[in-house]
């Protein structure tokens, strides 16, 4: 489908947003759900295509979970094994699905295969195969990097390990964390690239079990979860769109409701204060395990960074945003460390750079770095995200941005995600 986006000149948004719930938290709290004992209850569960898939294979495994609304309640097996799947799991387009369900799975005894849509076949995930490999588990998967379709076979009690993490990956993280949660006995240790995400490390200790994080190390010990009661705070990711909107609209503020403030999630919020954008926050309260608060962002003239590589994993989802505030801003923005980003839904380096390009920018690609000269004055152009929601949302900003008429193809892919972007979108356009 495409969508023509012609915005007035001037055009500016103003007003207050609430936000869907966190996918990423909410993908963790059903998974880490299914693990516990008792009936987990979660409120906030946002919709979209990769939430359903998470719900969707955690039925696959005969967990009995049920939703209504925003709400969710998962009955999880306790110290039970998952019963062998009926089936394939369908993980959709979702790697965090895929991914984090292979941890969950490491322990289960059982004989699995899951696999998902197209476009996730394409994505390695042998950075998570390797460190469950080493705990017991074998797979059969296709290719060199290996790629789903993929057929887990797991030990009954994972064996504990001293892993170092050769990249900062939330989703591998968790997929150990998880599994080690099943060993007999033992610690499993991370090490190396441990600052991405925080998530599980924060909701494990939560529900029961134990996670010690050290700046060097995170350490589990083998033990069951117990359920538990709660709201998923509003997702930073989604808000970025909003921030960035302000940002880059002359005459802008828009306040954004209950957002993660969690400091592994915000990073794309600092990198547009030390732009010299105006963020604030209130409100600031802590609501179980995450920080919670209001963001509120106004337009103030920008101007060019250097965006260090320890800072990308903060703000991975965000990059593409970041890359579209800087060129509408002064001088030149360099952020390095952007490899991650090719191997998203599509590479997102290349769509984006294309795109942004179509409309006038000034962008140079290094092998691992992005260099924008910003002050450039963006035209409508025609635009493929390539399927990628996020790359669609941020050609809708860019839009807006510019000057005539853009037209964006194939926008039905923001259901990945957030369903109704366009809608919210339109409700805060003045």
Not at 125 to 133: H, S
Not at 322 to 341: K, Q, W
């Amino acid at each position: 489908m495409e969508r023509s986006v012609n915005y007035h000149a001037g055009c500016r948004i103003r007003g207050t947003v609430c936000l869907p719930g966190d996918k990423s938290i909410a993908h963790r709290v059903l998974l880490l759900g299914s693990m516990a004992t008792g009936t987990t209850y979660a409120k906030g569960i946002p919709a979209g295509e990769d939430i359903d898939a998470t719900l969707r294979c955690i039925k696959g495994l005969r967990v009995a979970c049920e939703r209504a609304g925003d709400s969710v309640s998962v009955i999880g097996i306790g110290k039970k094994r998952f019963p062998a799947p009926r089936t394939v799991l369908d993980c959709g387009a979702s790697a965090s699905t895929l991914r984090m369900l292979l941890g969950v799975l490491a322990g289960a005894g059982t004989r699995t295969t899951l696999a998902g849509h197209p476009s996730l076949l394409k994505r390695p995930i042998d950075r998570v195969i390797v460190p469950l490999t080493a705990m017991g588990a074998t797979f059969d998967a296709s290719g060199e990097n290996r790629f789903a379709p993929v057929t887990i076979v797991s030990p009954r009690a994972p064996v504990p390990i001293d892993y170092e993490l050769p990249v900062a990956s939330a989703q591998v993280k968790s997929a150990v964390i998880m599994a080690a949660l099943r060993a007999e006995r033992g610690r499993t240790t991370l090490r190396g690239a441990i600052h991405s995400r925080d998530h599980t490390e924060r909701l494990v200790p939560r529900m029961g079990g134990s996670v010690v994080v050290t700046p060097n190390a995170i350490m589990v010990e083998p033990g069951h979860l117990d359920a538990i009661a709660c709201t998923i705070p509003g997702d930073p990711s989604t808000a970025a769109f909003y921030a960035a909107a302000a940002a880059v609209l002359r005459n802008s503020k828009v306040t954004i409701r209950g957002m993660c403030t969690n400091p592994t999630r915000t990073g794309f919020f600092e990198a547009l204060s030390w732009m010299g954008g105006s963020v604030t926050v209130e409100d600031l309260n802590d609501t179980g395990a995450e920080p919670v608060g209001d963001v509120t962002v106004r337009w103030t003239p920008l101007k060019g960074i250097t965006v260090p590589e320890d800072v990308v994993p903060m703000l991975v989802d965000e990059v593409p945003l970041l890359v579209l505030t800087a060129v509408c801003a002064e001088g030149e923005t360099v952020i390095r460390g952007i490899s991650e980003l090719r191997v998203k839904e599509t590479d997102r380096v290349d769509c984006m750079v294309d795109g942004l390009r179509r409309m006038g920018a000034n962008i140079e690609v290094e092998p691992d770095a992005i260099r924008v000269l910003g002050g450039c004055r963006l035209h409508g152009a025609h635009l493929d995200p390539r399927g990628d929601h996020r790359m669609s949302m941020m050609f809708t900003i860019a839009a807006m941005a510019a000057s005539g008429d853009s037209v964006i193809h194939g926008v039905e892919c923001e259901a990945k995600s957030f369903p109704g972007f366009f809608d919210s979108l339109a409700g805060v356009l003045s």
